[in-house]
């Protein structure tokens, strides 16, 4: 599947203006803002900021994209460079673990859609490093990113995309714009495939009509806040559970409260990954 005017909204985040060139002359995206570092990119369906480095700057850029954001649910994708021990220059590899250092919190962006890219842990760091675990990522803006994409969307509409630019054989000192750019343009293909993929999970799963419990149809009273629970479990459990009639499945429900622990259980319980680590 490719993207196009009808697909899912996308909102793409990178750190450098080097990450992004790539993607802006693929999607042909138009610069429609900047404010301070954090520039903005649009075409249609399709937006993309260039936060600047640090988790402070990526999570605000998330805000400013899931502020002018109305289409529910919506696609949030992480796209930028990464340190690795072996991995080869330009290779990509999707985040199926995120470790904060500084705080050392632990999130886990499910991958619910078909791809055909390897997946890998990786650890958000304040400073660039250069000893490397073997097996993980690192990068400087992948927690901030996640933690605050999930205020704007469901948690299997968030991906990080990361591609290698620099190992134990060829260390960060050699990073170059250019190099980067020239890394991006060859990730390109595989970014949009993920990118695809994902759309086409939303449009399949999360369409309004199948995610949506509007409150006037519930058979309790439900605050704004419980209503936006609500709907953001249920836009999970139609992806990992598309069989799922929610109304029948919160019948039995006394208040909302129950509905949104019994939805978070069943959350629980459940597991769907498509990653191609697997």
């Not at 954001?69 to 690795?84: C, K, M, S």
């Not at 490093?129 to 073997?134: F, H, L």
């Not at 750019?181 to 993929?197: G, I, Q, R, Y």
């Not at 309004?208 to 479990?233: C, E, G, K």
Request: aromatic letters at 6%.
């Amino acid at each position: 599947m490719s993207l196009t005017t009808s697909s899912p909204r996308v909102n793409f985040v990178t750190a450098l203006p080097s990450e992004a060139a790539p993607l802006v002359e693929h999607y042909q995206l138009a610069r429609r803002a900047r404010h301070g570092r954090l520039t903005v990119y649009s075409r249609d369906n399709i937006q993309l900021a260039v936060a600047g480095i640090g988790k402070t700057a990526v999570a605000t850029a998330v805000g400013v994209l899931g502020a002018t954001t109305t289409d529910l649910p919506t696609a949030f994708i992480n796209v930028g460079i990464a340190g690795h021990a072996g991995a080869a220059l330009g290779s990509c590899f999707l985040v199926d673990k995120i470790v904060d250092d500084a705080s050392q919190q632990t999130a886990y962006p499910p991958i619910a859609y078909p791809n055909k890219l390897p997946s890998s842990p990786l650890c958000t760091v304040a400073t660039p490093q250069t000893n490397y675990r073997d097996g993980w990522l690192y990068d400087m803006e992948g927690s901030a990113f996640f933690d605050a994409a999930k205020q704007f969307t469901t948690l299997e509409c968030i991906c990080l995309i990361k591609v290698i630019s620099d190992n134990r054989h060829s260390p960060i000192a050699k990073i170059t714009k250019n190099k980067i750019t020239e890394l991006m343009k060859d990730a390109v293909a595989n970014v949009n495939e993920v990118t695809s993929s994902l759309a086409s999970l939303i449009e399949t799963h999360l369409t309004p009509s199948r995610t949506t419990l509007p409150p006037d149809q519930l058979p309790w009273r439900v605050t704004a806040t419980q209503s936006i629970q609500l709907n953001r479990l249920a836009s999970r459990l139609c992806v990992l559970s598309p069989e799922t009639d929610l109304m029948a499945f919160i019948e039995d429900c006394g208040t909302a409260k129950q509905a949104i622990s019994k939805l978070s259980e069943t959350l629980a319980s459940l597991a769907l990954d498509f990653s191609a680590s697997q």
